[in-house]
């Protein structure tokens, strides 16, 4: 089945930084849309950050001053560099792909832990 695969995850200290990659199911051109989404344990699946493919990127508010995400054309990768972590973005950490058409795929995730 084609989908994302996401890699990066770990344990990090608050503070810390990691940067996630999702390696995309096809040309980052062809795809409408890209997306980060996490879901920490007992929580429903939240958004965290989107990318068109024309690059215009939105963040969720709670993650807009430490969380950058970018892109390699070249490679269709796309990265979620995440800093001063704290412990409340614990999660497993999922990339999603729009489509036309109402496609959606989803990556399998990485799990995150802010932990001390």
């Known amino acids: 089945q084609v989908q994302p695969v996401e890699s990066g995850g770990g344990l990090v200290q608050p503070g810390g930084s990691l940067r996630l990659s999702c390696a995309a199911s096809a040309s980052i051109f062809n795809i409408q849309s890209m997306a980060w989404y996490r879901q920490a344990p007992g929580k429903q699946r939240e958004l965290v950050a989107t990318?068109?493919?024309?690059?215009?990127?939105d963040y969720a508010a709670s993650v807009k001053s430490r969380f950058s995400v970018s892109r390699d054309t070249a490679n269709n990768t796309l990265y979620l560099q995440m800093d001063s972590l704290e412990p409340d973005d614990t999660g497993v950490y999922y990339c999603?792909?729009?489509?036309?058409?109402?496609?959606?795929?989803w990556g399998r995730g990485t799990l995150v832990t802010v932990s001390s």
């Open positions: 999603k792909e729009d489509w036309a058409y109402g496609r959606a795929f």
């Open positions: 990318i068109t493919s024309g690059g215009t990127i």
